[in-house]
């Protein structure tokens, strides 16, 4: 068994890039090398290690400004942005790249979209990760994604070809049906699902909003900072933040808020909050409408 992991060992020593720059290896020490790769290669979360690291995994949920806010926490925490999707993407899980994160010798921040299924909450409290956790108001978040697919023209990722023409050629409200019927179950089970870890001492997530962002980056910043044991210098932040946006803005931009509150009609959220009650969520203030 020995002979035949030895040489795929090699496979997790590629040097990788970030933002254009080598930064360095992920170098296994040889006490670990075997758990790492039968770990890696079966799957298996059983894997525990302890460094001197602080590892960041921001979990959040679709369009709540994700990009935007890895690359402002990198430049002013001076994390190292570590991507940990398949093929070296950002938004999912590949858990070899997970494992990786931990010897790569330096603070990082990965970011992805993950719900908090069993096997995420196992793999944070394994490799001792610090979750952030993003969210964004429900019916704000909706109309985004409306609004992304209309204009960019995405709805190819989602839809089949006759579809998206009637998606396209259809009235505000039946694009905000169909966004409705395809992704509202999914953000709200990101938003309960992670809720019920809220207290767990293992876990420690960090919980932050969309909103704040908005009204408070600065004071966004220095409270996740606070929770990591990171100082940070509001200079850097202030001044990390208009290069992002000067640079193009990392796919963010500013929504108006309240307004996924006027363009929803009753009846769709009345189908909110049937998916809400079904699925457990309460949080009216995540909701934006009373139950």
Not at 34 to 49: I, M, P, R, V
Not at 125 to 138: C, D, G, M, Q, S
Not at 174 to 196: E, P
Not at 243 to 251: Q, S, Y
């Amino acid at each position: 068994m020995r002979k035949i992991l030895k040489p795929v060992y090699y496979f997790f020593l590629v040097r990788y890039r970030i933002s254009g720059n080598l930064r360095g290896y992920a170098v296994i020490p040889k006490h670990l090398q075997q758990n790492f790769l039968t770990s890696a290669l079966l799957g298996t979360l059983d894997f525990k290690t302890e460094t001197d690291s602080i590892n960041v995994l921001l979990c959040a949920q679709p369009k709540s400004a994700s990009l935007y806010l890895t690359r402002l926490l990198s430049s002013s925490l001076d994390l190292i942005e570590h991507r940990i999707g398949f093929n070296n993407k950002g938004g999912a899980v590949y858990y070899p790249r997970v494992l990786a994160t931990k010897f790569i010798g330096g603070n990082t921040i990965s970011h992805c979209h993950a719900e908090a299924t069993p096997e995420i909450v196992e793999m944070i409290k394994n490799l001792r990760l610090r979750p952030v956790i993003l969210t964004r108001n429900l019916l704000d978040a909706i109309v985004s994604r409306r609004n992304m697919l209309v204009k960019d023209k995405w709805a190819s990722n989602i839809l089949s070809p006759l579809a998206i023409q009637k998606f396209l050629s259809g009235t505000e409200e039946y694009q905000i049906d169909v966004i409705i019927d395809q992704f509202a179950a999914g953000y709200i089970n990101f938003y309960a699902g992670w809720d019920k870890y809220r207290q767990d001492i293992q876990v420690r997530p960090i919980f932050i909003t969309y909103q704040e962002m908005i009204d408070d980056e600065l004071g966004l910043v220095s409270r996740v900072a606070k929770d990591l044991g990171i100082d940070i210098q509001q200079e850097r932040v202030k001044k990390t933040s208009a290069e992002i946006k000067l640079a193009g803005g990392i796919n963010f931009s500013t929504g108006i808020p309240g307004r996924g509150k006027l363009m929803l009609n009753d009846r769709q959220i009345d189908e909110l909050k049937r998916k809400a009650l079904m699925l457990g969520c309460t949080n009216e203030e995540f909701l934006g409408f009373r139950l």
